[in-house]
């Protein structure tokens, strides 16, 4: 299994809260993803990463920030957590999208609670 | 915009079937096509295809890319209860971002 670690596992927080998500790499790989998955929408990207401190957004971004201070590392930040924000976020990485045509794998997911 | 849609939405098969899921896309510059298998955490990836490999198999596993009709199928044969999962199917579009269907879920019956 690729060397991704998603902490929490589990949160549950209320409404208006900031909250942090970290995924950890151990595979030096450039590519860092976040995803959430929810029922009837499937994966969606939110922000992505290709290498330190160079971050975009992808299609559900609002809400939403990242950051990227060390190739192992990428942070998801609820700045104030909304009910919507309940879900399930999936890390994920990749070595060479662009190249190499890799494929990314998951970490196990946080599932996070907005009350 | 960009879309993936998979079909069936769901599927109860019994032990020994062989089933056929269905992956179609929407996109404007495709590079690839991955199919991923989900049981209750992380998704695990199954295949990649692209235009130069439109055909993969891994064991009881198989899955063919039809470029001309944008579409992908993945086939298992003589299913077994571990084959139960959310099968995902996602479309690299630009070769940095991945769309996603909504995904297949199969049901094994013993």
């Known amino acids: 299994d690729a060397g991704i670690t998603q902490s929490p596992r589990h949160k549950v927080t209320e409404t208006g809260t900031p909250v942090t998500l970290r995924c950890h790499q151990t595979?030096?790989?450039?590519?860092m993803y976040w995803y959430r998955q929810d029922p009837g929408h499937g994966l969606r990207l939110i922000h992505y990463s290709y290498g330190v401190k160079d971050t975009d957004k992808g299609e559900v971004s609002d809400g939403y920030s990242v950051s990227r201070s060390k190739t192992e590392d990428f942070l998801l930040t609820l700045e104030s957590a909304t009910s919507s924000q309940t879900s399930v976020y999936f890390c994920?990485?990749?070595?060479?999208?662009?190249?190499?045509?890799?494929?990314?794998?998951f970490g196990d997911g946080t599932r996070l609670s907005i009350l | 915009e960009d879309k993936v849609v998979q079909s069936p939405l769901s599927l109860v098969v019994h032990e020994g079937d062989t089933v056929t899921l269905n992956c179609s896309y929407e996109?404007?510059?495709?590079?690839?096509l991955l199919w991923y298998k989900q049981e209750k955490k992380a998704p695990t990836f199954l295949f990649m295809l692209?235009?130069?490999?439109i055909e993969k198999k891994s064991g009881r596993l198989s899955s063919i890319l039809d470029k001309k009709e944008l579409s992908s199928i993945l086939n298992i044969t003589a299913t077994q209860t571990g084959d139960s999962a959310i099968y995902l199917c996602?479309?690299?579009?630009?070769?940095?971002?991945?769309?996603f269907g909504t995904g297949t879920s199969l049901t094994v019956i013993p």
């Open positions: 692209t235009s130069s490999g």
């Open positions: 996109v404007t510059n495709f590079r690839s």
């Open positions: 996602a479309v690299d579009a630009t070769g940095n971002q991945f769309y």
């Open positions: 595979e030096n790989h450039r590519y």
């Open positions: 994920a990485i990749s070595e060479s999208v662009t190249r190499n045509n890799q494929p990314q794998h």
